[in-house]
């Protein structure tokens, strides 16, 4: 059972490209996350989705998109990468709404030169 | 190693000895929480949760207590190991339907040999 697997691990970027960075799961569940992690600072929630074909934004949505169009896969795209966006970004996945721990993958260490 | 733990607190305990790693939640509304651990290089990892109508719950050398009145979380690990050594950081967690996850910043344990 590989759980939440992301990929690429690394990633670096000129400012305004574009990436799509992947998140995948296999434990069936409804509710996945982005986040990013940056020094000093807690996880911050960029885009959620509560199950396929629904998404909505989180906290730091700005420059971010994403898509569910499976129970699966959660990919987050970067539209015009800029240096502000230099970060670790991790993806999540839960069973339910609230009230269930979350399980995250290993991450994406993204770069924006 | 992670970036992400450059500003963090450190708590240094001597292998054997009992761990207690503090934090503050702050919404008085939050009803569930957890801990997590995360590894350098690694996602954040599931260690115990406790919902709002518990004071205290165990796990396999964990406790995690929870206390209402001053909003405060603990996670004690009993007879700290090397492989303790991390970051550990609580989460909280809105009343179900809201899909709001609050993230503290972390401590980093290291474990003295």
């Known amino acids: 059972n590989a759980g939440v697997t992301q990929t690429p691990k690394f990633q670096v970027l000129k400012t305004g490209q574009s990436m799509t960075l992947q998140c995948a799961q296999d434990m069936n569940h409804e509710y996945m996350s982005w986040y990013r992690q940056d020094p000093g600072m807690g996880l911050r929630l960029i885009h959620y989705?509560?199950?396929?074909?629904?998404?909505d934004q989180g906290e730091v949505p700005n420059g971010y998109n994403v898509s569910r169009s499976t129970t699966e896969d959660f990919p987050l795209r970067l539209l015009s990468a800029a240096p502000s966006q230099t970060s670790v970004y991790f993806c999540?996945?839960?069973?339910?709404?609230?009230?269930?721990?979350?399980?995250f993958g290993d991450g994406t260490r993204l770069s924006i030169l | 190693g992670e970036s992400v733990g450059l500003h963090l607190p450190t708590l240094s305990v001597q292998e054997g000895d009992n761990s207690i790693i503090n934090c503050a939640y702050s919404n008085s509304a939050s009803d569930y929480f957890i801990w997590y651990k995360q590894e350098s290089g690694k996602g954040p990892q599931f260690i115990i949760d406790?919902?709002?109508?518990?004071d205290k719950r165990q796990g396999q050398r964990v406790t995690v207590l929870l206390n209402k009145t001053v909003k405060h979380l603990s996670l004690q690990i009993a007879a700290t190991q090397p492989g303790d050594s991390a970051v550990y950081f609580c989460a909280e967690s809105m009343p179900s339907g809201t899909y709001k996850y609050i993230f503290g910043t972390g401590t980093r344990l290291k474990v003295l040999a």
């Open positions: 999540a996945s839960s069973l339910g709404q609230g009230g269930q721990p979350q399980h």
């Open positions: 989705s509560v199950g396929a074909g629904i998404t």
């Open positions: 406790i919902r709002s109508n518990m």
